[in-house]
């Protein structure tokens, strides 16, 4: 999203990397190769870019059938890294995600078979169709790159990216995921209907299935791993991180929200800000990283009080509140 008020100080206007570094070329090939797939959706795809540089996992949200597993499978595929699908129900076991301890007969002690989540890219479509149980099996995984069984730590491969479809809750067969969960994702992205001419070009182009095949990694593991060490190289002045926090301080204390932002949505939304700012070829960041990131990385963490509910839905609510906020905190110059 833009916003026509930002405001870029001459002493922090942005510039191109003299001699950008292959990692940083690599991230403009994938964002390339994205863009042949999913149609109309540029901004979603920085997005979910920047959800994998800054070493976070990304929650797409949309109706069925707008393009939310081709995204996920397009940017697996443009990895060359491992990936694993599950799709959840609401029969599915937090075994079925982590793995499941088995008696060895032959060694006399149990050995941990190891679930589908041990891989660099988990896509967990529809993840909201599982219940609380189920959903609470990635927290771990998500939050410190481990998972614990029967006592016993057990690393997960990196890079480790999570990316998690869900239908809108209005749905039927619908959980929805509590906010301890949500608070896991670095982003949320809202993929609606295509507009003008790209659901044109979708239907006159091959079938979903056979573009997804035409998709070649254009980077590894280790590649990931190297833009993601070099994305926290880049400098964020102390007037940002006073800017953030006072935004961050505005969504605790508005009556319009019942649930601010939390400090795990700050260091994200720092985070998050060091990424874009790395993919727009910059050592540094600038009020306009912030202010775009906003939305993406607060709107799944706050909560629209109940009293101030209107007849749009509360996740839009928290939206135009974010919104709010950020045109009443002066940009930093």
């Not at 863009?35 to 997005?47: C, K, P, Q, T």
């Not at 219940?131 to 890079?159: F, R, W, Y």
């Not at 700050?266 to 775009?292: H, I, N, V």
């Not at 009080?305 to 996740?315: M, P």
Request: hydrophobic content about 40%; aromatic content about 6%; overall charge negative.
């Amino acid at each position: 999203m833009q916003y026509s008020d930002t405001i870029e100080p001459k002493s922090m206007a942005p510039i191109q990397l003299q001699s950008p570094s292959s990692t940083n070329s690599r991230a403009s090939a994938i964002e390339q190769s994205l863009r042949s797939i999913i149609r109309g959706n540029d901004e979603i795809l920085r997005l979910a870019l920047v959800s994998v540089l800054a070493r976070g996992h990304l929650l797409i949200e949309g109706v069925p059938g707008v393009g939310k597993t081709t995204l996920a499978h397009a940017m697996a595929r443009a990895l060359d890294c491992t990936f694993q699908r599950l799709q959840f129900t609401s029969d599915m076991l937090p075994s079925d995600v982590l793995g499941i301890s088995v008696y060895s007969a032959a060694e006399g002690q149990f050995e941990f078979k190891a679930g589908p989540v041990f891989t660099n890219v988990l896509l967990a479509d529809e993840i909201n169709r599982t219940t609380p149980k189920t959903q609470s099996a990635l927290l771990e995984a998500m939050n410190e790159g481990q998972v614990t069984m029967d006592g016993h730590s057990h690393p997960l491969p990196q890079p480790f990216l999570v990316i998690a479809t869900q239908n809108p809750i209005e749905h039927h067969g619908t959980y929805p995921l509590p906010e301890s969960q949500l608070d896991r994702f670095l982003l949320r992205v809202r993929m609606g209907y295509p507009q003008g001419n790209n659901e044109r070009e979708i239907l006159r182009s091959e079938a979903g299935a056979a573009r997804l095949d035409s998709v070649k990694p254009v980077a590894t593991g280790a590649d990931i791993i190297a833009m993601q060490d070099e994305v926290t190289q880049v400098k964020v002045d102390d007037s940002l991180v006073d800017y953030a926090l006072e935004i961050v301080r505005k969504t605790r204390e508005i009556e319009t929200l019942s649930l601010g932002v939390s400090p795990r949505g700050s260091l994200m939304l720092y985070r998050a800000a060091q990424a874009m700012a790395y993919l727009e070829g910059r050592r540094f960041a600038t009020p306009a990283d912030f202010k775009q990131l906003v939305v993406p990385v607060f709107s799944h963490r706050v909560v629209v009080n109940a009293r101030y509910s209107s007849t749009l839905k509360k996740s839009d609510q928290g939206d135009n509140i974010l919104r709010d906020i950020i045109q009443s905190v002066p940009v930093p110059v």
